[in-house]
T-cell receptor, first 114, second 114 residues
């Protein structure tokens, strides 16, 4: 069945370090993936997405890597800042009778120390 | 996302009460969704609507109903609230573009059923 999981529930880094958050997915038919950031008291905020015809996509200070062979997704944050502290989770879009349903992981908490 | 507004932001009520959560959006998106978020479980889809005349059940629709009053408004009702419906509720929207599109979330309603 479909599932999206995260390897590390909490990641602690120093300000200025690069952060890598990982996500495994199980549905080989998924063709669209999204990373969200959720700060306390707020809703999930879209960060970056990637389609299955790509293996890398870059945004501002963020890079998403997709490895379809091992069904693995990662989010890299360059020069992590205290404002990056939040819960990050990935979402996978799987085909389900015509409706592309998002399946969400449970999240990794990123803690950035000054 | 300030373009997706949820009201109320917090609500405490008693078992058996009827509750309505409201969502409005200024993004001009046709698609709207209701999710609930519970610790350790991630976001789960309750209902979704692709346009004003289209309403569909998600994976956990029992005990809930929705109304799509206009393109910009999608409300969620708990007909007779029970304690295990205590959760964070999020509304989301997405565009009907070519290929998959990300969902954009409001800041949620924290609902407590006593």
């Amino acid at each position: 069945g479909e599932s999206v999981g995260l390897h590390l529930p909490t990641l602690s880094v120093q300000e200025g370090d690069n952060s890598i958050i990982n996500c495994a997915y199980s549905n080989s038919a998924s063709d669209y993936f999204i990373w969200y950031k959720q700060e306390s008291g707020k809703g999930p905020q879209f960060i970056i997405d990637i389609r299955s015809n790509m293996d890398k996509r870059q945004g501002q200070r963020v890079t998403v890597l997709l490895n379809k062979t091992v069904k693995h997704l990662s989010l890299q944050i360059a020069a992590t800042q205290p404002g990056d502290s939040a819960v990050y989770f990935c979402a996978e879009m799987g085909v389900n009778t015509g409706f592309q349903k998002l399946v969400f992981g449970t999240g990794t908490r990123l803690l950035v120390s000054p | 996302d300030a373009d997706v507004t949820q009201t109320p932001r917090n609500r405490i009520t008693k078992t058996g009460k009827r509750i309505m959560l409201e969502c409005s959006q200024t993004k001009g998106h046709d698609r709207m969704y209701w999710y609930r978020q519970d610790p350790g479980l991630g976001l789960r889809l309750i209902y979704y609507s692709f346009d004003v005349k289209d309403i569909n059940k998600g994976e956990i629709s029992d005990g809930y109903s929705v109304s799509r009053q206009a393109q910009a408004k999608f409300s969620l009702s708990l007909e007779s609230a029970i304690p295990n419906q205590t959760a964070l509720y999020f509304c989301a929207t997405s565009d009907e573009g070519k290929g998959n599109q990300p969902q954009h979330f409001g800041d949620g309603t924290r609902l407590s059923i006593l």
